[in-house]
């Protein structure tokens, strides 16, 4: 089920929280929190049933492990813990590995070691890749008496709560388990659904209104590419920052619709996106995108390796390892692993320049300067992230560097305009969070975060400071309801979100 089809907007949604209030109100917290575990079970359910049995059954694996890491830490020398939790990592990630990587490897072993066994066309489990890793973080904190006590139903609630079940943000238990014990816990509250809405449509606006019509310039290049066609000059530049946008929007558009769903019922969930284009290098950009995911891979990846605790060079090649890998976390292809490595480079050269010992130079136009090339870095990484296959994305490359028709400036000129266009808007315009800051929009983002985080356009301290900030008034609910309707009335053709590829 999409959250933008209108079997979800117009049906799930509205009466899973009519009947969450109404059991709430009637039969109190516990029952409310076993309606909404049933109705994300049915959310799941509904794109193939098949896959229930998989998703409950590692989620009560995952359970009794952790009950039995926890009970065996106590012991002395941490008695079994340690073996436990490695036997149930293994278990998640063979789980994982079997039904995503299984072709991936098979394919690779035929091409490379001559073999010839048949692939297995295993259909990925929707989310698998998500809730694999929310799972493996739980394990390890119970190793570590990081979890706070919780009942089953808590726990269930947090591997399977709709809106962040398919495509994130990556919960951590402690973002989910301080909330669901609350005494106003899933009640119906009108600010709630307020804000929930709001965040809600602005995703809307941003997948069906934004994404889905930037697509329309990127689909065929690529696909043009993938057919074994030449890519001009315009073609590749066009292709790659289009994609670059829809991506953007696209992936950022679904976090906030996670977001404000889960805000409906009184969930704050952390946030997954935080103006990513506007990042100052490489290093800034990876705080800023999927970040759940770079949360996780950092806590849970990087640190294992060692982190930064054993000099300078396993440090970089700490790094480089972590993007790798969480590349390939991604798909199983070859571009996705060189995507992620492409970003462990950066990476390293990021820390690298940081650690010269240069005068910095820090002003606006230095700052720009930054933030384009940290830009146009991410984009040329973006086509090894879209292209079918290496072939393809050679294709763009050659395209990128192409000679171009210099008779052909009226169309420079657009492009121009356009680039402009969207540029301002990821630039300039108040995200989300920053727009809802005073009503804490997120887990982890709220009015003293705002503070420290001003608009690049400024406006704080103008007569415009108000249209940067969002209250409860007629005005914002005509602005929210005109977004809604846009995104209703672009509802013709229902796309998946990219991010449910992975």
Known sequence: MLFNSPVFLFGFLPLTAL????????????????????????????????????LIGLAIFNFVMARAIMIERLKPRGGMATMLTTFGVTVDLASLAFFKYTDFLIGTSNAVLDTDFPLQHIVLPLAISFFTFQKIAYLV???????????????????????????GPIVHHKEIFSQTKTTRGFAFDRMNVAIGLTIFFIGLFKKVVLADNVALVATPVFAEAANGGTIGFFEAWEGMLAYTFQLYFDFSGYSDMAIGAARIFGIKLPLNFHSPYQALNITDFWRRWHMTLSRFLRDYLYISLGGNRRGKVRRYLNLFITMALGGLWHGPAWTFMLWGAAHGLMLIVNHGWSALPIRRINTWWSRGFARALTFLCVALAWVL?????????????????????????????????WLAFWMGIVWFWPNTQQWLAMVRPAFNYKWADRKADPLLLPVDGTKFQRLALWRPSGRVAIAVGLMAAASFLSLQRVSEFLYFQF
């Open 19 to 54: 009947l969450c209030f109404v059991i709430r109100a009637k039969l109190g917290r516990e029952a409310s929190l076993g309606f909404l575990v049933l109705a994300s079970l049915l959310f799941y359910g509904w794109w193939n049933p098949v896959y229930l049995p998989l």
């Open 385 to 417: 992230f879209r292209a079918a296959d290496l072939d393809a994305a050679t294709a763009i490359y050659r395209g990128l560097v192409a000679v171009p028709d210099l008779g052909d400036m009226g169309r420079l000129v657009e492009d121009l305009s």
């Open 141 to 167: 904190d119970a190793r570590r008496g990081e979890v706070e006590p919780h009942s089953f139903l808590e726990y269930c609630f947090f591997v399977m709560f709709f809106p962040q079940l398919i495509a």
